[in-house]
């Protein structure tokens, strides 16, 4: 069946590094992997798109990288700062025409400590 | 101001009560989603709807029911048959099939429901 894994245990880092999250999936072919910034109790924020044929994508300090091959994408956010503490989910969409309806991952909390 | 409003933002339900949680939107957009989220599990898709007067279910559609008579507006009501009402709702929209990418979702800033 179709899955899509985001690591579930918060990752903690320090101010000014460079934090990294995965979002994995299975079972799958998405034309376009999507991410999320979600604060408690908030709806989630659109933050990057990928394309399948798009191998990294940038916007200011976040870098977004799809490998279809590996299955796998990773967000980076470069000289983290304790405001981007949240949830970041990913989210994927299917390659057919049409209607395409996006599948969530269960998100992963970023701490950054000052 | 642009954007997705729900209301209200807590709710509780008695037992064997329907209770109807609002969407509207006025960013013109044409598709409308509900979406159910639980803590530590990802946000499930209850209803959603392409355009006015049309819509499908979800993965988890039993116990609720949405209309779409308007553009800008998706009830979704939860019904005395769902059991397990507890969760936090969040309505999104997109633009829809048009246009590329069409499928970016903005989201209303929720509805925690509880059963009393």
């Known amino acids: 069946s179709q899955k899509i894994e985001q690591n579930s245990e918060a990752l903690n880092i320090q101010e000014g590094k460079t934090a990294t999250l995965t979002c994995n999936y299975t079972n799958y072919s998405p034309a376009y992997l999507q991410w999320y910034r979600q604060d408690p109790g908030r709806g989630p924020v659109f933050l990057l798109l990928i394309r399948e044929n798009e191998k990294e994508k940038r916007k200011e300090r976040l870098k977004v990288t799809f490998d279809t091959t590996l299955k796998q994408s990773l967000f980076h956010i470069t000289a983290s700062q304790p405001a981007d503490s949240a949830t970041y989910l990913c989210?994927?969409?299917?390659?057919?025409?049409?209607?395409?309806?996006?599948?969530f991952g269960t998100g992963t909390r970023l701490l950054v400590s000052p | 101001d642009g954007g997705i409003t729900q209301s209200p933002k807590y709710l509780f339900r008695k037992e064997g009560q329907n209770v109807t949680l609002s969407c509207e939107q006025n960013l013109n957009h044409d598709a409308m989603y509900w979406y159910r989220q639980d803590p530590g599990q990802g946000l499930r898709l209850i209803y959603y709807s392409q355009i006015v007067n049309d819509f499908q279910k979800g993965d988890i559609a039993e116990g609720y029911s949405v209309s779409r008579e308007k553009k800008e507006s998706f009830p979704l009501t939860v019904t005395s048959a769902q059991k397990n009402p507890t969760a936090f709702y969040l309505c999104?929209?997109?633009?829809?099939?048009?246009?590329?990418?069409?499928?970016?979702?903005?989201f209303g800033a929720g509805t925690r429901l509880s059963v009393l």
């Open positions: 999104a929209s997109s633009t829809g099939a048009g246009g590329s990418p069409k499928n970016i979702q903005y």
């Open positions: 989210a994927l969409e299917g390659g057919n025409t049409g209607f395409q309806k996006l599948v």
